[in-house]
Nanobody, 123 residues
Framework: QVQLVESGGGLVQPGGSLRLSCAAS????????MGWYRQAPGKQRELVAR???????NYADSVKGRFTISRDNAKNTVYLQMNTLKPEDTAVYYC?????????????????WGQGTQVTVSS
């Protein structure tokens, strides 16, 4: 199986910064894409940023210029550097990955989610 483990959430004042990390582990053959979603109370889960295998990156309009997604291929880890945080960035942030794993002699692809990490932006 594959697991995604997140870290780095917390409480920060408006204008501050946080960095989230998400490490994938298991019998990983290939990571097609990894990214971050968030869900605020009473709202649907939304894509924040994603990086695909080629290195291309996508960002939600609301975070462009403030958030940066990056990855360390050797560690199967993706990072989200969040700067100039606003109260409306408050949400549970979830790591997501489309990952191919080796299992029982075959290769299987699936979507995986982390457990979520709380980010609160408040004075």
């Amino acid at each position: 199986q594959v697991q995604l483990v997140e870290s780095g959430g917390g409480l920060v004042q408006p204008g501050g910064s946080l960095r989230l990390s998400c490490a994938a582990s298991g019998s990983i053959v290939r990571i097609n894409h990894m990214g971050w979603y968030r869900q605020a109370p009473g709202k649907q889960r939304e894509l924040v940023a994603r990086i695909i295998g080629s290195g291309s990156k996508n960002y939600a309009d609301s975070v462009k210029g403030r958030f940066t997604i990056s990855r360390d291929n050797a560690k199967n880890t993706v990072y989200l550097q969040m700067n100039t945080l606003k109260p409306e960035d408050t949400a549970v942030y979830y790591c997501n990955g489309n990952i191919e794993r080796f299992e029982r002699g075959g290769i299987y692809g699936d979507e995986y989610w982390g457990q979520g990490t709380q980010v609160t932006v408040s004075s």
